[in-house]
C-alpha cells in the first residue's frame, strides 16, 4: 500500500508518532520524514524507521509555524 511513497509524520519523535513513522517503513514506504520540535528524538525516529527497511529522515520543525511547514514540504 505504501510501496513508492514518501511519508511524512509529525510528532514524531516519541509515543504514537514514532509507532506510526516504523509502522509505514513497515508496511513499505520508500522514505519515512521524522517530524518534531525535538531534533534529537527525531534522529532516533529516523534510525528506528531504516532498521525497518525504509529511508529515515529527521527534521526538527515546530508545525504551529505555517512558514516552517511550507519550508519543510
Known amino acids: 500500500m505504501l510501496e513508492k511513497r514518501v511519508c511524512v509524520v509529525t510528532g514524531a519523535a516519541a509515543g504514537i508518532g514514532r509507532e506510526t513513522a516504523i509502522e ?14 525535538d ?26 509555524s505555517s512558514s516552517a511547514v511550507r519550508d519543510l514540504m
Not at 24 to 37: N, Y
Not at 39 to 64: M, P, Q, S, Y
Open 24 to 37: 509505514m517503513a513497515r508496511r513499505g514506504a520508500e522514505a519515512v520524514v521524522a517530524v518534531d520540535r
Open 39 to 64: 531534533e534529537a528524538g527525531a534522529a532516533e525516529t529516523a534510525a528506528l524507521v531504516e532498521a525497518a527497511g525504509a529511508v529515515g529522515l529527521a527534521r526538527a520543525v515546530d508545525i504551529t
